[in-house]
T-cell receptor, first 114, second 116 residues
Framework: EAQVTQNPRYLITVTGKKLTVTCSQNMNHEYMSWYRQDPGLGLRQIYYSMNVEVTDKGDVPEGYKVSRKEKRNFPLILESPSPNQTSLYFC?????????????FGPGTRLTVL | AQSVTQPDIHITVSEGASLELRCNYSYGATPYLFWYVQSPGQGLQLLLKYFSGDTLVQGIKGFEAEFKRSQSSFNLRKPSVHWSDAAEYFCAVGANYGGATNKLIFGTGTLLAVQP
């Protein structure tokens, strides 16, 4: 089944404790992206990747890191999480670069930073 | 700057009634427009999309949307709502900065409640 998977689905952590949220897609997509969803703000892009070893900042990259060492995986790293990073995070992927291509979303990771 | 506005934060309709969710966009070029649905605890599922051509677009689950360039709108409609349609709906515009990114710019969402 074609899908985007994220782990963990739920995470509660404390300020400053490094964490990684994994994202994996099995559709051989080149383009992957991370969004965060906050009430009243919709979804905002954090980082995106156009292909292996090619990443760039989105609208709200502060406090986050990403890497793209393999085509299928695009982990989101919070080196020192803070409470303002409490949010619902979505990974997305699409086959090619370009606004006409449909992006497929993972199920989301709900992160709480205490 | 590109933006998407969904004026209705929360809408309640009766099962079997018709539905229209509003979406207005601001984008300098030809917009690529999407509607996604998010069921509780789920990710986002694409309902439909508009790139060009016929301004009335058919999607899954009986939804349709009409692109009106003169009004900068892309409203989502369904003639008869089912209880399973209760979810949050997001309108989005695809921002393509010369091919550098295919970021989606989302509206803030409309939460749909369906009453029996």
């Amino acid at each position: 089944e074609a899908q985007v998977t994220q782990n963990p689905r739920y995470l509660i952590t404390v300020t400053g404790k490094k964490l990684t949220v994994t994202c994996s897609q099995n559709m051989n997509h080149e383009y992957m992206s991370w969004y965060r969803q906050d009430p009243g703000l919709g979804l905002r892009q954090i980082y995106y990747s156009m292909n292996v070893e090619v990443t760039d900042k989105g609208d709200v990259p502060e406090g986050y890191k990403v890497s793209r060492k393999e085509k299928r995986n695009f982990p989101l790293i919070l080196e020192s999480p803070s409470p303002n990073q409490t949010s619902l995070y979505f990974c997305a992927s699409s086959f090619v670069l370009g606004s006409t291509d449909t992006q497929y979303f993972g199920p989301g990771t709900r992160l709480t930073v205490l | 700057a590109q933006s998407v506005t969904q004026p209705d934060i929360h809408i309640t309709v009766s099962e079997g009634a018709s539905l229209e969710l509003r979406c207005n966009y601001s984008y300098g070029a030809t917009p690529y427009l999407f509607w996604y649905v998010q069921s509780p605890g789920q990710g986002l599922q694409l309902l439909l999309k508009y790139f060009s051509g016929d301004t009335l677009v058919q999607g899954i689950k009986g939804f349709e949307a009409e692109f009106k360039r003169s009004q900068s709108s892309f409203n989502l409609r369904k003639p008869s709502v089912h209880w399973s349609d209760a979810a949050e709906y997001f309108c989005a515009v695809g921002a393509n900065y010369g091919g550098a990114t295919n970021k989606l710019i989302f509206g803030t969402g409309t939460l749909l409640a369906v009453q029996p």
